[in-house]
């Protein structure tokens, strides 16, 4: 269990600015936490965001994975005086990160070339739902209208039963991840320049950067790709078979794979028949290839079958529900359940960072903070004595 800063990460000399909500922004600077860096949460005092508790409670899973590693002060920045901490605070900062709607940052006096006044290093990170500018800029950004606007509910589901959202915040997560990719670049571009600058990415354009190869399908050979199911769009055997006593996954790709896996189940011939030899006839056959092989995987069970594909080097696996996720002996073994200690719930575990560095290793290192837990030290730490936070306070801007 810790609860200390991870000093020894590789970002713990840079200290970032968190103004951001709900998921998306919260994703970006969570990555910096993990990796070390001093992130600083502004959370609006109580009563003055109407749409805060959109994540839960401060205690609610998803709110304690979000902002895990991270430090609190609550702000008011539409008072002078929360004005004149946030200025104070960039003024220390090495990155801010947003994801208000682009009108918003000029209102609240965070876009770029206002905070690049203040701190000419400051890397300014906003995450928006569709883009800083066009026709759609004003528009308030959510998960699900991203995957529906670029394309990825088009191509889940089951064929012709109309499109399906995917089981988890797709858009918002990778549209975190590029952010937090854009500000490493341009950390390290300013050890260079020794300029900050303006880095932007939305939950549209994430998402269709993760549509990768079926976006590649249209833009190269002007496919609009269908709804497959569990079927990959473009290769088979994949997918979903039932066995005797529940379902696996199987993903077979190359030609070879598939002659291994006709070996194994007793049907060489079919490795070498024409109709079913290549990726591209077995991919024109796809009903019939399926049609041969349901009956014989459900003559043993899914158990057996696991061991049986991997012996032979066909790639299969489990299709688990969370709490089989996580009692899975390579996922113990990955460390993706990290513990930490709660001050009222005690020891918890949260979802680890995937990114393993031997040297200067990621990790959670507290529990998510109460919004205004470190008033007193962030303020102390910008010269502020306890008289003034008292005034802050008598001011409602903390």
């Not at 994975?65 to 609190?72: A, P």
């Not at 290093?121 to 883009?131: K, V």
């Not at 064929?159 to 797709?170: D, I, L, N, S, Y």
């Amino acid at each position: 269990m810790r609860d200390q800063p991870n000093t020894t990460g590789a970002l713990s000399h840079i200290r970032v600015i968190d103004l951001t909500r709900v998921r998306a922004g919260p994703t970006c600077c969570r990555i910096l936490a993990d990796h070390g860096a001093d992130v600083i949460k502004v959370d609006a005092p109580e009563g003055v965001d109407p749409n805060a508790g959109i994540n839960g409670s401060r205690d609610s899973p998803d709110m304690q994975n979000l902002h895990r590693s991270k430090r609190s002060i609550t702000l008011n920045m539409k008072t002078p005086e929360g004005q004149t901490v946030l200025k104070k605070l960039v003024a220390t900062a090495d990155v801010v990160v947003e994801n208000f709607r682009p009108d918003v940052k000029f209102r609240l006096g965070v876009d770029y070339e206002t905070l690049a006044a203040i701190n000419p290093r400051i890397i300014l990170a906003s995450i928006s739902g569709f883009g800083q500018d066009g026709p759609y800029a004003k528009r308030p950004g959510f998960d699900q209208i991203a995957q529906g606007l670029g394309g990825l509910m088009a191509v889940t589901g089951t064929p012709g039963q109309g499109p399906m959202r995917a089981g988890t915040a797709v858009a918002d997560l990778s549209a975190g991840i590029f952010a937090a990719t854009g500000v490493l670049t341009a950390l390290l571009e300013r050890e260079r320049s020794g300029k900050g600058q303006w880095l932007h990415t939305s939950l549209l354009e994430a998402q269709i950067a993760m549509m990768d190869f079926q976006a590649a399908r249209y833009l190269v050979d002007g496919q609009v790709p269908p709804q497959a199911g569990n079927d990959h769009p473009v290769t088979t055997p994949t997918g979903v078979f039932a066995t005797k006593n529940g379902h696996l996954n199987l993903g077979v790709a190359g030609d070879g794979q598939w002659r291994a896996l006709c070996a194994e189940l007793g049907q060489p011939d079919w490795g070498t028949d024409e109709r079913f030899a290549t990726v591209g006839a077995r991919t024109a056959n796809r009903p019939q290839v399926r049609a041969m092989l349901e009956p014989l995987f459900m003559e043993d069970t899914t158990e057996s079958w696991l061991d049986r594909l991997e012996a032979c080097s066909v790639p299969a696996g489990p299709i688990y529900e969370m709490d089989k996720v996580f009692a899975d002996p390579q996922v113990k073994h990955t460390g993706m359940a990290e513990p930490v200690r709660h001050p009222r719930m005690g020891d918890i575990r949260l979802v680890a960072t995937p990114v393993h560095l031997t040297r200067t290793p990621a990790r959670i290192s507290c529990a998510a903070p109460d919004a205004g837990e470190h008033n007193d030290a962030i303020l102390g730490e910008l010269g502020y004595s306890a008289d003034d936070i008292a005034a802050l306070k008598a001011a409602k801007a903390i």
